[in-house]
C-alpha cells in the first residue's frame, strides 16, 4: 500500500489491505475433480491430477484468473497428492494408487520426474509448504502399512529429501501454508493406533524450519480443508468434518482464527492456491460434493481500502 502526510492538516493516510475479504465465482474448470495437487496464486494457478470421480487423471491445468487451459500431464494418473510452487515452478509428490514415494517437478510445461521421498504418502492435503526449492511435507496417510497417519516431515530442496521436524501427532489431510522456515499447519485427521476411530483434528502448529509450536485452535474440527497465505494471515475454508462436507471460511492472525464469509459452495478435498501469499488473493477449485465431484472456482479477495489518521 501507500502512505500520504498532509503536513498543513496533520492527516495520515495509508492505504492497504484492511477488513474482512470475500469469495465469488471465478471461470468453472473443464471438468469436475477432487484430490489434485495445487500451487500457484489466484491469477497464477495450477491444478494436476487427482480424480474426475471415479478414475485417476494426470491432467494439468493452469487458471490465469480469468481462463483454463491444458498443459503437459503429470508423470502418472494420480489422486490424493499435494503439491507447491509457482505455475512455472512446481513441485507435485506422493498420491494414490498405490501410495508411493514418487515427485515431480514443473517447469512451466513439462513435468519431470524428481527424486523420492524417504516415506511413501498420500493425503497430504492438496498443498505443502513453501516452494519448488524449498518445501515441507507434512504427516500424510502410509497406506497399506498401519497406523495409516504419520507425523514424519519432509523437506525439499530442489533435489533431495531430508527429514524435517515431525509433526506433535500423526496427521493427514491437513490444510497448510507459508514458508519452509515460517509455515502453519491446520486441522486433519488422525489414526495414530490401529483399530481406533480417526480423529479429526482441529489443532494449529506452526513450524520455524526446525521444530512445530502450537498455535490457536480452529473454530471446528476439519479435513481435507485448503489452505492459503503465512503464518501471520492464513486462511482455512472448506473441508470435512464428522458429517458433511462445509463451505466455512476462516482467517488466521498469528494467534487466533475468525470466522469470514463462507464460500458459495460446500465441499472436501479442494485445490487451493495463494499458499506463500497473502490471504488477499486466495483460490479453492473443485472437490468432493454430496455426491459427486464439482468444478466451481472460487476466488477470495480482500479489497484496499484507504484510511485517514489524524494526529493531535
Do not use: H
Not at 494420480?78 to 515431480?104: E, I, M, V
Request: aromatic letters at 10%; hydrophobic letters at 30%; glycine letters at 16%.
Amino acid at each position: 500500500g501507500q502512505v500520504w502526510y498532509n503536513s498543513t492538516t496533520g492527516n495520515l493516510r495509508v492505504e492497504g489491505i484492511l477488513g474482512t475479504g470475500t469469495w465469488a465465482s471465478g471461470a468453472n474448470m473443464p471438468e469436475g475433480n477432487y484430490g489434485a495437487g495445487s500451487c500457484g496464486a489466484q491469477t497464477a494457478f495450477l491444478y494436476f491430477g487427482g480424480a474426475p470421480y471415479p478414475a485417476s487423471t494426470n491432467a494439468t491445468r493452469e487458471y490465469d484468473g480469468t481462463n483454463w487451459t491444458t498443459t503437459g500431464n503429470f508423470t502418472s494418473s494420480r489422486k490424493y497428492l499435494g503439491g507447491c510452487g509457482t505455475q512455472t515452478a512446481a513441485l507435485g509428490a506422493g498420491g494414490f494408487p498405490s501410495t508411493t514415494t514418487a515427485s515431480a517437478e514443473y517447469d512451466g510445461s513439462t513435468w519431470t520426474a524428481g527424486n523420492s521421498m524417504s516415506q511413501q504418502r498420500m493425503n497430504t492435503g492438496s498443498t505443502f509448504v513453501g516452494i519448488q526449492t524449498a518445501a515441507l511435507l507434512t504427516g500424510g496417510d502410509q497406506l497399506p502399512s498401519t497406523p495409516r497417519s504419520i507425523s514424519a516431515c519432509e523437506e525439499y530442496d530442489g533435489t533431495n529429501y531430508s527429514s524435517g521436524g515431525a509433526y506433535p501427532v500423526a496427521i493427514q489431510n491437513i490444510a497448510q501454508g507459508g514458508t519452509q522456515t515460517a509455515g502453519w499447519a491446520a486441522g486433519g485427521m488422525s489414526d495414530s493406533n490401529p483399530g481406533t476411530p480417526n480423529a479429526i483434528q482441529s489443532a494449529t502448529n506452526e513450524y520455524n524450519g526446525t521444530a512445530w509450536t502450537a498455535g490457536g485452535a480452529l473454530p471446528a474440527a476439519t479435513y481435507r480443508a485448503g489452505g492459503a497465505g503465512t503464518q501471520t494471515a492464513a486462511l482455512f475454508f472448506s473441508g470435512l468434518t464428522a458429517t458433511s462436507p462445509v463451505a466455512t471460511s476462516f482467517e488466521y492472525d498469528g494467534s487466533s482464527w475468525t470466522a469470514t464469509p463462507s464460500m458459495a459452495t460446500a465441499r472436501q478435498s479442494i485445490g487451493a492456491g495463494g499458499v506463500s501469499s497473502s490471504t488477499s488473493a486466495a483460490i479453492g477449485a473443485g472437490g468432493y460434493v454430496t455426491p459427486g465431484v464439482t468444478n466451481a472456482t472460487e476466488e477470495y479477495t480482500v479489497a484496499a481500502t484507504t484510511r485517514t489518521f489524524t494526529t493531535s
